[in-house]
Structure formats: C-alpha cells, structure tokens
C-alpha cells in the first residue's frame, strides 16, 4: 500500500481506527487470581478491581496499587531480648498475614511488609520482656497468643488480618545454658533421693506389717497349740485319774494283783526310758529291783486275771520264766553283788 495514494481522509479513518483500538485496550483489565487492584480517577481512589475481566475508564481512570490478597509470611530476624529477671536471651518469630481490605492497606499505610515487621519486633520485646526467663521459656503458647492478639488489633486499620505468630526459637547465653543444666541435674537428682526414699520408707513399712502379721500367726498358732497340749494334758489326766480309779476300786475288792500290775507297768515304763536314753550306758540298781525285773514276764497273766473278758477271776496260771526287757540286760558286779547293773541291749560288759 503506496502512503502517497491516500488522501487525508484515509489517514484520519485510520488514525480514528488505531485510537479506538487502544482506547479499548486501554479500558479493559484482567486482575489475576488472588489479587486486588485499585482504581484512581485523576489519582484518587475510586474503587476496587477483584479478579477477572474487568473495565475502566480510559484516560480517566489508571490503576492504583496491586495487592497480594493471599497469606503471605514474614520472617521476623532474632533479636537481643532483655527478660522481666535481666536475662538476655536472643529470640526470631515468624508471623503470616493477609490483606483483608486493598484500599486501607495501599492508602493507610506506606511500606506495608515492612510496618508488619517493626510492629511484630517491637511487640516481641515488649511481650517477652514481661516475663522471666523460666516462664518464658515454658510459655510459648501463652506469648504467641499474646502476640497474635496485640500486632492484630494494631494491623486491624490496615486492612490487614495477622493469621499466627510464632515464636521459632528462644536462645539464652552459653553460661545461662550451662546454668539451667547443672539446675535441671540437680532437681533430677533431688527427686531421685526423694523417689529412693519413698520406695524405702514404703519398704521398711510393708517389711513392718509383714513382721507385724507373722508374729500375730505365730501368736495364734501358739496358742492353739498351747490349747491343745492342755486339752491333752487334761485327757491324760482324766485317764490316769480313771485308771487309778480302777485300781482303787480293785483294792477295795479285796484284789491285791491289780495294785501289783498298777506298780509293775509304772517300773517297766520307768526301766523302759531308762533303757532308751541315748546317754544312759551304765546304770546302778539295788539288788531288790531283780524282783520286778524278773516278773515282766507275769505281767501279762496278771493283766488276764485282773482286766479279764469281765467273766471274773481265772485260775492262776503257773508264772512263766523271767524274761528281759526289750532293750535292756542286766548282770552283777564283782565290787558289789547286791546291785544289777542294767546296760542297752547289744552294749558289752
């Protein structure tokens, strides 16, 4: 297309053409996702531009400000704290936020991130200089709380909404470190003796009830026994008692045996524990006592005609030879022949 062959009307069409087009795409904006744009007619603010296709007034009206309307984060870096007890301890934070109004936070405040960040250091000392080093450093949860509550309510005429703020780490000085690990090893300690001495005492206690339930057996248990060696006792008496009974009633019977049998079966037992003592070897008797010895070998006819079948007396038996006890043996000796001398049975004279 030769430019000398247009006339002048041509040229204004085309000027009139071109201007039409970017009169519209000056007029015509598209706000991306997550963002906000302000609106300025002749540099004042008019409106707010959200996201998609979106128009203004060309020549007239320009974009303001782009604003971010996401949460966003803002790393807070450490800081010298003074604590309420004059320790100084070094701590960072980080907060999030998000812009809640465009035209407040473009037109209230100048330099918005970094407002956010001298607001949330300056909030930082003062929240964690209220406090002493112990709670401090056992109270995160309260001093973000804190925190969150004050840097919002002073971001709020900004348009802005603080999310979180979180304390990410709190670091004293090396000898303070150094101090608080000798003091957690002696609490440690402390209560290990406390531990030791209650397991002890808790010891020596149910030690003392063990005792204390064992000598109430033992008592117990001896006096049942107690009480049942006096019931046998007392059976053995009523059966000596009855047994004498018997015999004084033979006596007064006018039958002399049974008192001779009552008298001999108490000088066989006699004879019979002397025999069996383990330190009884040699033993001196008079001479008078062979007589008993050599009647043990009646006892028994004098048991049948005394404690019969209850038919009365029977005819005297003729008394069998002299027999000697089980476990004993006797003989004379040379130095005195009245006296038997009674040794155990299988012991050489």
Known sequence: MNLDSLSGFDIVVIGLVL??????????????????????????????LHPGLNFIIPYFETIGAKLNMMEQVLDVPTQEVITKDNASVRADAVAFYQVMNAAQAAYQISNLNQALLNLTMTNIRSVMGSMDLDELLSNR????????????????????????VEIKDITPPQNLVDSMARQMKAEREKRALVLEAEGTRNAQIL???????????????????????????????????????????????????????????????????????????????????????????????????????????????????????????????????????????????
């Open 19 to 48: 201007l039409v087009i970017f009169t519209l795409w000056a007029g015509i904006k598209t706000v991306p996702q997550g963002y906000n744009y302000t609106v300025e007619f002749f540099r004042k603010y008019t409106r707010t």
């Open 141 to 164: 949860d309260t001093i973000n709380e804190k925190l969150l509550r004050t840097v919002d309510e002073a971001a709020n005429p900004w348009g802005v909404k603080i999310t979180r």
């Open 207 to 349: 030690k003392a009830e063990g005792l204390k339930q064992a000598a109430i057996l033992k008592a117990e248990g001896e006096r049942e026994a107690a009480y049942r060696e006096a019931e046998a006792r007392e059976r053995l008496a009523e059966a000596e008692a009855k047994a004498t009974q018997m015999v004084s009633q033979a006596v007064e019977a006018g039958n002399v045996q049974a008192l001779n049998y009552f008298i001999a079966q108490k000088y066989t037992e006699a004879l019979a524990s002397i025999g069996t003592a383990g330190n009884s070897k040699i033993v001196l008797m008079p001479l008078e006592a062979s007589s008993i010895i050599g009647s043990l070998g009646g006892i028994g006819a004098i048991a049948k005609e005394v404690f019969g079948d209850g038919s009365g007396p029977g005819p005297t038996q003729p008394r069998p030879a002299a027999r000697s006890t089980p476990n004993v043996t006797t003989s004379t000796t040379a130095a005195n022949p009245n006296a038997y001398v009674i040794r155990p049975q299988g012991e050489q004279s």
